[in-house]
């Protein structure tokens, strides 16, 4: 499945390695959000995944972010150094991923997310934390 996935990262470099790791995948990456207003700009673009991080340029808005997204259908890997900050689970996430990442990491946390919402059974991978 090529899928249609939002970058939510205000470190650009950070946010251009994820680009070009989804890229590489053969994913379409539909842009990169470095905070709410931005992310907000995407909404009404077909998603199939966003990752998501929890500080962003205008301050804590990721777990924001993510819940909008999540109400709209569109599920959320959230990608962060500071994953207790994240607090409750967030509707349509599906978990987190811990930065620094690699690129295993980071497109198995893509692949498990996508052969979830294919309906697909598919193990999590170790450095994915699930929300229950």
């Given at each position: 499945m090529t899928a249609r996935i939002l970058i939510v990262e205000d470190e650009m470099l950070v946010a251009l390695e994820m680009e070009a790791i989804l890229e590489d995948s053969g994913h379409c990456p539909v842009g990169i959000a470095p905070d709410l207003e931005s992310a907000q700009g995407f909404f009404d673009d077909q998603l199939d995944l966003a990752l998501v991080d929890l500080n962003l340029r205008d301050g804590l808005t990721g777990p924001e972010i993510g819940r909008l997204l999540g109400e709209r259908g569109v599920p959320v890997v959230f990608v962060t150094a500071n994953p207790r900050q994240l607090g409750d689970?967030?509707?349509?996430?599906?978990?987190?991923?811990?930065?620094?990442?690699?690129?295993?990491?980071?497109?198995?946390?893509?692949?498990?997310?996508?052969?979830?919402?294919?309906?697909?059974?598919?193990?999590?991978?170790?450095?994915?934390?699930?929300?229950?």
């Amino acid at each position: 499945m090529t899928a249609r996935i939002l970058i939510v990262e205000d470190e650009m470099l950070v946010a251009l390695e994820m680009e070009a790791i989804l890229e590489d995948s053969g994913h379409c990456p539909v842009g990169i959000a470095p905070d709410l207003e931005s992310a907000q700009g995407f909404f009404d673009d077909q998603l199939d995944l966003a990752l998501v991080d929890l500080n962003l340029r205008d301050g804590l808005t990721g777990p924001e972010i993510g819940r909008l997204l999540g109400e709209r259908g569109v599920p959320v890997v959230f990608v962060t150094a500071n994953p207790r900050q994240l607090g409750d689970k967030v509707v349509g996430a599906i978990g987190v991923i811990t930065k620094p990442t690699d690129h295993a990491t980071l497109l198995a946390a893509v692949e498990y997310a996508l052969g979830r919402l294919e309906g697909r059974e598919v193990e999590a991978p170790p450095a994915l934390q699930l929300f229950a």
